[in-house]
């Protein structure tokens, strides 16, 4: 039984997060920005890695060398970012549909069996390539990623523009997300927020849950 609150139900369009929502490539993201501190000589956790979620590349550079105490140029900051990016796509493109997080896939295509349009807001700026890898690139109406816009979350910017390419208000979307910078941004867009994650985690979600497979079958918490 599907047990989906009524706002998801009553949504013309659905704009998903990426990272953590439809694919892990958080891992990815981990072992390169690990890779980096190691050259770097210094230790550079799992623990650490949670205050780069759901921020932009730039932004997690940045933080990455306030835990090591470097401060570096602009140019070198650019060098470190392109040899970051170049691993992680080293790993990426090694991935295949199977890495496709649970129920993905199936509750996708149920939403667009209803007429739901379907678009992904991440900001990623790999993320057409992750989509190719996975094979999934068909259930996308709108594709908007860190190449199309400015702003990085908590700015409603990239929902905005996924509303847009959808030409659908924002009231009319609702959001997918697994991180608070995220749920944030799609209140500021004026959406309703899934937050895939728990209640503790995600506390201003409007409903909660582990993963869309929930929405085929589970029951979300809902706030």
């Known amino acids: 039984m599907n047990l989906e609150p009524?706002?998801?139900?009553?949504?013309?369009?659905?704009?998903?997060?990426?990272?953590?929502v439809i694919v892990d490539t958080a891992k990815y993201h981990y072992v390169a920005w690990k890779r980096l501190a190691d050259e770097l000589?210094?230790?550079?956790?799992?623990?650490?890695?949670?205050?780069?979620?759901g921020v932009s590349r730039v932004r997690s550079l940045e933080i990455l060398l306030e835990i090591g105490g470097f401060d570096f140029g602009e140019t070198l900051k650019q060098q470190m970012l392109t040899l970051k990016n170049g691993w992680y796509l080293e790993y990426i493109h090694q991935?295949?549909?199977?890495?496709?997080?649970?129920?993905?896939?199936?509750?996708?295509?149920?939403?667009?069996?209803?007429?739901?349009?379907?678009?992904?807001?991440?900001?990623?700026?790999?993320?057409?390539?992750?989509?190719?890898?996975l094979g999934i690139e068909d259930l996308f109406d709108v594709v908007i990623d860190g190449t199309s816009v400015s702003e990085a979350k908590p700015s409603p910017e990239v929902f905005i523009r996924g509303a847009e390419g959808l030409k659908l208000s924002p009231e009319r979307?609702?959001?997918?997300?697994?991180?608070s910078s995220g749920v944030e941004a799609a209140h500021r867009a004026q959406m309703r927020a899934i937050g895939i994650g728990s209640k503790e985690n995600l506390p201003d979600a409007d409903?909660?849950?582990?993963?869309?497979?929930?929405l085929l079958s589970g029951s979300p918490t809902i706030n």
């Not at 979307?173 to 991180?179: G, I, N, P, R, S």
């Open 173 to 179: 979307c609702v959001v997918f997300e697994d991180a």
């Open 41 to 53: 000589r210094f230790e550079f956790t799992e623990a650490h890695n949670e205050r780069l979620k």
């Open 95 to 133: 991935m295949t549909g199977e890495e496709i997080l649970p129920g993905t896939r199936q509750y996708i295509e149920m939403l667009k069996s209803r007429g739901v349009r379907i678009a992904l807001g991440s900001a990623s700026k790999n993320a057409q390539t992750i989509l190719n890898r």
């Open 6 to 20: 009524d706002f998801i139900k009553d949504a013309e369009g659905a704009i998903f997060d990426l990272d953590g």
């Open 207 to 214: 409903c909660n849950v582990s993963g869309l497979y929930e």
